[in-house]
């Protein structure tokens, strides 16, 4: 089937640890997309790529970092930096800017805890 | 930027009825679309609208550019209807680097 997977579903870290969540997705995307959010809240973009080895900060990029070797992967490390990591992160996709339709597509989003 | 406001904040409906949800956005926009979040917190897609009217069984939305709104209507809410409810729409140009922006959400509680 054809859509966009993240993993870990759940995913605890200690404090001062980097990690890294995962997003791909099959449907021959070219822009994806990195949200934050927090409970009771809207979602907040964090990072997003509109094309292979390009990428731009959201609103809210401190404290993470990505990259964008692949088309399908766009994975996204919480870094030590980021003070407050403990949200619900959920990756997008779509069709790139300028194509006709740019609905963009949601994964099922990894819960980040830090303990 | 572009402000994209929603309305009610939250709605709580008896099973049954009817109810209209409203986004407003402060510029002129390209595409909008709405999103319903189960309680997973999986965000499903509902409507693809930049203007005119769409229906899908009990849920309909109709997109009015030139006034900048568009309303999510829900027929005979059911309790699986409870969720929140975003509207988003893009910040850009269609020729460069684009971004999806959210609204704040409305939340629904159906009770049976």
């Known amino acids: 089937d054809g859509g966009i997977t993240q993993s870990p579903k759940y995913l605890f870290r200690k404090e001062g640890q980097n990690v890294t969540l995962s997003c791909e997705q099959n449907?021959?995307?070219?822009?994806m997309y990195w949200y934050r959010q927090d409970p009771g809240q809207g979602l907040r973009l964090i990072y997003y790529s509109q094309i292979v080895n390009d990428f731009q900060k959201g609103d809210i990029a401190e404290g993470y970092s990505v990259s964008r070797e692949k088309k399908e992967s766009f994975p996204l490390t919480v870094t030590s930096a980021q003070k407050n990591p403990t949200a619900f992160y959920l990756c997008?996709?779509?069709?790139?800017?300028?194509?006709?339709?740019?609905?963009?597509?949601f994964g099922q989003g990894t819960r980040l805890t830090v303990v | 930027g572009i402000q994209v406001e929603q309305s009610p904040p939250d709605l709580i409906l008896q099973e049954g009825a009817n109810s209209t949800l409203r986004c407003n956005f402060s510029d002129s926009v390209n595409n909008l679309q709405w999103f319903h979040q189960n309680p997973w917190g999986q965000l499903i897609n509902l409507f693809y609208?930049?203007?005119g009217t769409k229906q899908n069984g009990r849920l309909s939305a109709t997109t009015v550019a030139t006034e900048r709104y568009s309303l999510l209507y829900i027929s005979s809410s059911q309790t699986t209807d409870s969720g929140v409810y975003f509207c988003a729409v893009p910040l850009g140009r269609m020729d460069s680097s684009y971004k999806l922006i959210f609204g704040s959400g409305t939340r629904l509680l159906v009770r049976p």
């Open positions: 609208i930049p203007s």
């Open positions: 997008a996709s779509s069709l790139r800017t300028g194509a006709m339709n740019t609905e963009a597509f």
């Open positions: 449907l021959n995307h070219d822009a």
